[in-house]
């Protein structure tokens, strides 16, 4: 075993107190991102990702909402259930956060210089007029053009590209060894995507710094990430290397997404498919596997029992939430079923 | 690991296909249901919702139950705190008597006297009632005459002795009637011998409380009594139950006259100009462009007219003058200032409407601008609508109060909340109660708007904010 | 910056014009004659005042000279008190009334943003239902009746000391100005209390408060340099009409404790019909208030960069 890994989560549980009831928003997450890996969550709306990853920062308003069970390490240290003041040390230190919707994202009534530098006051202790040096410093470092002027600006000034790159330089001013991204391009249109996507890239891979990139966009993935974990419901349902998810799919539900995509290569005449239907009520979660109401495959005991991790037998980075993994489950042909395989062949 | 459980081939057969892909996990609610659901999970909504059933009750139903008369003066019981009812003696009518004088004695001093003897014997004769004290002493050696006096408060010595009620001016007087004014109070009454010119310093004071009293003609004239009730008994006075103002009137006879009055300007006027700033808003938001600019410009004028300066001048343009009663006046004027307010709020939510993607598609479907209007736009801004009515009325409440307490709005005998506490203002220390009640009436009212109008934007407001 | 404080001066102007004319047309509809006042004026008298404003010529030349005569800042000579020019009644009580004001919204204004601030962090604890509560009691109970027991509790408070701590009525010194004032300032602090508070309700769900506590700063910082900042610009923005309100709110006040203020005077001129005093008082509140309103927009174009550079 190499280096311990970066960030550590496991059965990670948050609910919410609504007036309709409680939500169980996530619902026992494991995962672990190593030192300068980039890892994608995917998933659709709804299903858990933001919040858990949220919640690992303990951003979310503990009122209504509680980390009911589980565990976060950074290098060993626990993340979760601090006290403000112990939080706040890591957080925008450790570990630097950005937002989906840049333009709302920022203090209309600051400078971006100003914000930027806040970061250093605070965390480093760093002198004003220094802060805002090193605030146009890390706008250059992001590619804006004409930096000292741009410091000087408000957010409402900027378009929204330039405001995504203002807040990954805000978010990586003390050199953080975690950038959780959440669905950072999903507010801008492709062309700035790629170059936001790009940049990050470019940055993690000279600073060495690890990466959660949070989207329901299969294309981002396949683009930046190395390491994937699929969410639906509130739970991971599958994960693996890039690869292994795109190549090798172990869930339906990674199947869906796929042929989800439209293509701007192959027949024009064929029809998109939508996976039909909708997630599950997170008020009253079921019994069973989440997706099996939508799963072409499912079968009995999908509705009775959710299914256990079963790992990927050539290859333990990959598993799968599925009953179509267990050894003696029907075949299925997309689906890549290691298990199945290895018991049928001699 | 988890325990696995021991997987059965029956287990892997293909589960019976799901109908119900799309099953909807609880019951859809439209969007009034919902904001009625919130509503009255709200408390302090809920509660100023049936305070104002209450006061619609009070206003409407109100006099039919308690019908005394307000513009009725009760003279009795003047300025009377609420109170139980209350009884009076009946007496008889008032029959003037001789002044009672005592024959043995002489009416003047023979000599100059240097001093004289306190007066003795200083009682009440009879029973002392509100309609008259009858007064009775024995005479002085060498007096020459009596003053009398009377005061609400015990007298130390010579100091405070109160009203100078008479100066008799003979020795021999030994009794006075006192019927100037009596209320049902504690008086002290004070006599002082006098040399028939100077008073001497001795004096004798008795406290007397006279029992509240009603004549015969009296109460026969207020329908009290049957004819033959006879003076001795004991007579029922008007109940008041909150009390009568420095007139006598009935308060509460008065509060619910000056809630319809008070009601209807803040309840009409508000309808009245909300609803046309709803069509002047909502016609400067859908049309936009220059003709929206120049009707929102003029609406801004008339925001920017101080209001209260015209207020009082519409007032009196479009009425008769600050002595006449004015409500039609202030209705008028009221609608004329206020509409502006309304009318830039629907603006605003139209606006924002029309930009909404669902605008767009009715449109694409073959909608016409009528179509779009009824049924689309004019739905979505009621929520803004009735929260800008449910906050007009204490608004205009409260100006019709203000500008009737300065004398400026409807003016006496009429009565209004606002006027009635233009007169309790004046008796706030002796009697507290005529400001209190159309005071208290006004916050709860005001209050129970502003709560309901609070409510009704939690209930509503989810739906209005954009969601992200 | 400037262009957008040109941009509201110029409006301002309209504004006024706009006030003027329709405070004209009001004061013509007013049945009657102006000059019908009879122990205010005797038979000459009344005609040199025909001749001066016009009275006997048609509606627009009246008009035009009523305009003309506004412009050079006369504003005439008072009906009923024939020795007194409006202009010197103006200048004399105006800046009572406008001290008044002024105080009365800097007490509101403090005590809003404070009391709003307070409810904001204790939320649903003790001072916040406290503070609502009061709140609720401020905008409920019409100004008057603070008024009336403002004056009762001074007078109460006098007699416990046994001296006079506080006056009860008149004018002239700071402690004059103390109960009337706060009294005045009493319902828009309620109101702009209530504003701050759902704004700051509002704001700490803003997307910027979740990147700022990502940032790890701590919430002092992010209460007061981020929260507080931008929970204020609505409340600024209320203010310049609730100047409005205090001011016109100003004559009850006034009448109470017996202030010298324009008000007062305002509300005698309209009892007796006294013409050029209505006129002339109105277009100058007018004007005032449109210059008020203009300061504030002005300090909101400071505070918010939106509002100035766009």
């Known amino acids: 075993m190499s280096n311990p890994p970066l960030l550590e989560v496991e059965g990670l549980t948050v609910e919410f107190e609504t007036y309709g009831g409680v939500v169980k928003a996530v619902r026992g997450v494991d995962f672990t991102v190593e030192a300068g890996e980039v890892m994608a969550i995917v998933g659709e709306s709804g299903c858990g990702k933001s919040v858990t990853v949220q919640s690992l920062m303990g951003i979310i308003p503990m009122p209504p909402g509680r980390v009911t069970a589980g565990s976060a390490r950074l290098n060993g240290a626990e993340l979760l259930g601090l006290e403000p003041k112990a939080a706040n040390a890591f957080r925008g230190k450790e570990i630097g956060m950005i937002f989906q919707d840049p333009m709302t994202s920022l203090n209309p009534t600051m400078t971006i210089g100003d914000q930027i530098a806040e970061t250093l006051k605070v965390h480093r202790g760093i002198p004003g007029q220094q802060a805002f040096e090193s605030a146009i410093k890390l706008l250059e470092m992001t590619h804006i053009p004409e930096a000292r002027k741009r410091a000087t600006q408000y957010p409402f000034e900027f378009s ?52 959660i990139l949070i989207t329901h966009d299969l294309a981002v993935v396949a683009r930046t990430a190395q390491k994937v974990c699929v969410m639906y419901a509130g739970q991971i349902i599958e994960h693996g290397s890039v690869d292994d998810i795109f190549y090798q799919s172990a869930h339906p539900y990674t199947l869906g997404l ?55 037998s050539n290859n333990t980075g990959h598993a799968a939430r599925c009953w179509l993994q267990a050894p003696n489950a029907p075949s299925v042909p997309e689906l890549y079923q290691s298990n199945k395989i290895a018991s049928d062949g001699a | 690991m988890n325990t696995l459980r021991t997987l059965t081939e029956a287990d892997f057969q293909p589960s019976p296909s799901e109908d119900n892909l799309e099953q909807i996990s609880r019951p859809s609610l439209s969007y009034w249901q919902d904001a009625w659901i919130r509503l009255k999970k709200n408390t302090r909504a809920l509660i100023s919702l049936y305070l104002i059933v209450g006061l619609a009750f009070f ?46 004695h002489p009416p003047a001093p023979s000599g100059y006297p240097d001093a004289l003897d306190a007066v003795t014997g200083l009682t009440v004769l009879g029973t002392p009632t509100t309609q008259s004290v009858r007064l009775s002493w024995s005479p002085v050696d060498q007096a020459g005459g009596y003053s009398v006096y009377r005061s609400e408060s015990a007298p130390e010595g010579l100091m405070g002795l109160g009203l100078p009620l008479a100066s008799l001016t003979a020795g021999n007087i030994v009794g006075f009637e006192d019927r100037l004014n009596l209320k049902s109070q504690t008086y002290y009454y004070s006599i002082i011998p006098t040399d028939g010119f100077d008073e001497f310093d001795v004096v004798s004071t008795l406290e007397v409380s006279p029992q509240q009293s009603i004549t015969v003609s009296q109460a026969l004239e207020r329908q009290l009594i049957d004819s033959d009730d006879r003076p001795g008994q004991t007579v029922q006075l008007a109940f008041h139950p909150l009390g009568t103002d420095y007139l006598g009137r009935d308060m509460l006879a008065r509060l619910m006259q000056g809630a319809r009055v008070s009601l209807f300007i803040g309840v009409v006027a508000p309808l009245i100009y909300v609803l046309f700033g709803v069509f002047y808003g909502g016609f400067a938001g859908y049309l936009g462009g220059t003709t929206d600019q120049i009707l929102m410009r003029f609406a801004d004028f008339v925001v920017a007219l101080p209001f209260l300066l015209f207020m009082i001048l519409f007032k009196i343009a479009f009425g008769i003058g600050p002595g006449e009663s004015g409500i039609l006046p202030m209705l008028i004027a009221l609608i004329l200032l206020l509409w502006p ?22 449109r694409l479907l073959g909608g016409g601008p009528s179509y779009l209007i009824a049924r689309h736009i004019i739905p979505n801004t009621m929520g803004v609508i009735l929260v800008t009515l449910t906050f007009a009325v204490p608004s205009a409440i409260f100006t019709e109060a203000f500008l009737s307490f300065i004398g400026m709005g409807v003016a006496p005998p009429t009565p209004s909340w606002g006027s009635m506490c233009n007169e309790g203002v004046k008796t706030m220390l002796s009697h507290p109660h005529e400001l209190f009640f159309p005071a208290l009436f006004i916050s709860i009212t005001v209050l129970a708007f502003n709560l309901l109008g609070d409510g009704l934007t939690e209930a509503l407001d989810s739906k209005m904010r954009s969601k992200e | 910056m400037f262009r957008y404080t040109l941009g509201r001066l110029l409006s301002g102007v309209i504004t006024v014009w706009f006030i003027a004319t329709a405070t004209f047309l009001a004061m013509h509809a007013v049945p009657g004659d102006p000059l019908m006042n009879e122990k205010a004026t005797t038979a000459e008298i009344r005609e040199n005042l025909a001749r001066k404003y016009g009275l006997d010529r048609p509606l627009p030349e009246q008009y035009v000279i009523y305009l003309s ?28 009334s406008a001290a008044l004001g002024i105080l009365a919204i800097t007490f509101a204004a403090l005590g809003g943003i404070l009391w709003g601030a307070i409810t904001a962090l204790y939320r649903n604890q003790l001072p916040d239902i406290i503070i609502m509560f009061l709140v609720i009691l401020g905008i409920s109970v019409p100004s008057f009746v603070f008024a009336a027991l403002g004056q009762l509790l001074l007078v109460n408070l006098n007699q416990w000391f046994g001296t006079s701590i506080l006056p009860v009525a008149g004018w002239g010194t700071f402690s004059h100005m103390l109960m009337p004032s706060l009294v005045l300032g009493l319902g828009t602090m309620a109101l702009l209390t209530r504003l701050m508070r759902s704004s700051m309700l509002e704001v700490v769900n803003e997307d910027f408060i979740k990147t700022a506590k990502a940032k790890g700063l701590s919430p002092q910082r992010i209460f007061f340099k981020h929260q507080l900042r931008n929970a204020i610009l609505p409340v600024v923005t209320v203010l310049g009409p609730q100047i409005a309100a205090i001011t016109t709110g100003g004559f009850v006040v006034e009448l109470v404790f017996a202030i010298p203020g324009l008000g007062r005077y305002f509300v005698q001129a309209v009892q007796q019909l006294d013409y050029t005093v209505i006129m002339g008082t109105t277009v100058f509140y007018g004007a005032f208030l449109v210059l008020m309103v203009i300061l504030v927009d002005i300090i909101y174009g400071f505070i918010d960069p939106r509002v100035r550079l766009k």
Not at chain 1, 284 to 307: I, T
Not at chain 2, 348 to 358: A, D
Not at chain 3, 83 to 96: A, E, L, Q, S, T
């Open chain 2, 59 to 104: 206003t409407l139903i109100g006099p039919w139950i308690w019908t005394k008369d307000p513009a009725a003066q009760d003279l009795d019981q003047i300025s009377q705190a609420p109170a139980l009812p209350k009884t009076a003696l009946l007496v008889k009518d008032f029959e003037p008597s001789a002044t009672p004088i005592d024959t043995t």
């Open chain 2, 341 to 362: 307010a309304t009318a830039r709020l629907v603006r605003g939510q139209v606006l924002r409407i029309r930009e909404q993607g669902y605008i767009e598609a009715a």
């Open chain 3, 69 to 96: 005569n506004m412009i050079q800042g006369d504003f005439g000579i008072s009906f009923t008190q024939q020795n007194r020019r409006v202009n010197d009644i103006i200048k004399d009580h105006f800046p009572v």
């Open chain 1, 160 to 211: 929204g590209g330039m405001l995504q790159r203002a807040m990954i330089a805000q978010s990586l001013a003390c050199s953080p060894s975690l950038l959780i991204a959440d669905e950072p391009t999903t507010a801008l249109d492709v062309t700035i995507q790629a170059q936001i996507l790009d940049l990050i890239k470019t940055l993690q891979a000279q600073d060495a710094m690890a990466v």
């Open chain 1, 258 to 312: 796929k042929s989800a995509m439209p293509s701007n290569i192959g027949d024009r005449e064929k029809s998109l498919n939508p996976i039909p239907g909708s997630p599950p009520d997170l008020f009253s979660p079921p019994l069973g596997c989440g997706y099996a109401p939508r799963c072409p495959h499912a079968m009995r005991v999908c509705h009775e029992e959710n299914p256990p991790f079963f790992k990927d």
